[in-house]
């Protein structure tokens, strides 16, 4: 759930990147990470982040927050200052619980679908995995918003978006087709997902 200074208009969100190993979740956060904007918040609104990660640390678990890859950044939206972290699951086994911590209280998660077709099954598990944990979780991380990334659409031979969507997507979340090599789509959910997050 996102945290509210209670004075100054600062936001923190988390936003989480899953899916199966390999689907392309580093790669699009390396992609975020190259592309954000060069803006940093004023040293009041710095202040009360620290104040926020103190009392709601973004990860409860330190070993859990230093395995995954993260990219940070602040924004001014709307008549707030956002700050947004986005984190990458690493690769961990399927049956690794320690995936739940790093789910607890996210504001929106994205799940990343490699399109090949050998991938079918493996992302159909890891959406099951994702549906699992998330109803494990509070209620503020079950509202959390999700949306899903139909990745490598740059690849041929991919698996078109409507089996995909019939195969991952019965919930009809939004779905974003992107790619790495060419841009497509990598913007465009974190839009959507920021946007839900601030009513
Ligand atoms: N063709 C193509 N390859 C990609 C794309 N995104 C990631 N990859 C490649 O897929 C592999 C796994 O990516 P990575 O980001 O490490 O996956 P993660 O395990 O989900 O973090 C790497 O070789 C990436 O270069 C994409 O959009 N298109
Ligand atoms: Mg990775």
């Not at 399927?94 to 739940?100: A, G, P, V």
């Amino acid at each position: 759930m996102s945290f509210f200074h209670p004075d100054l208009k600062a936001v923190r969100l988390k936003l989480v990147y899953v899916g199966p190993p390999g689907s392309g979740k580093s790669s699009i956060l390396a992609l975020l990470r190259q592309r954000q904007r060069g803006y940093e918040a004023p040293a009041a609104l710095q202040q009360a982040f620290r104040e926020i990660e103190t009392s709601h640390p973004v990860v409860s678990d330190a070993s859990v927050r230093a395995a995954c890859d993260h990219v940070e950044f602040e924004a001014p939206l709307r008549d707030h200052v956002v700050r947004a972290v986005l984190l990458a699951l690493p690769r961990w086994p399927e049956d690794d619980l320690r995936r739940r911590v790093l789910l607890d209280a996210a504001d929106a998660v994205f799940f990343v679908a490699d399109s090949s077709p050998s991938c079918l099954e493996a992302n159909r598990r890891w959406m099951d995995h994702l549906r699992a944990d998330l109803s494990s979780l509070t209620a503020t991380t079950k509202g959390a918003q999700i949306v899903v990334h139909y990745h490598k659409r740059d690849q041929p031979g991919v698996v078109p978006v409507a089996q995909l969507a019939d195969a991952l997507n019965a919930a009809a979340l939004p779905g974003i087709e992107s790619s790495c090599v060419t841009g497509q789509g990598v913007f465009d959910g974190l839009r959507i997902a920021l946007k839900t997050a601030l009513g």
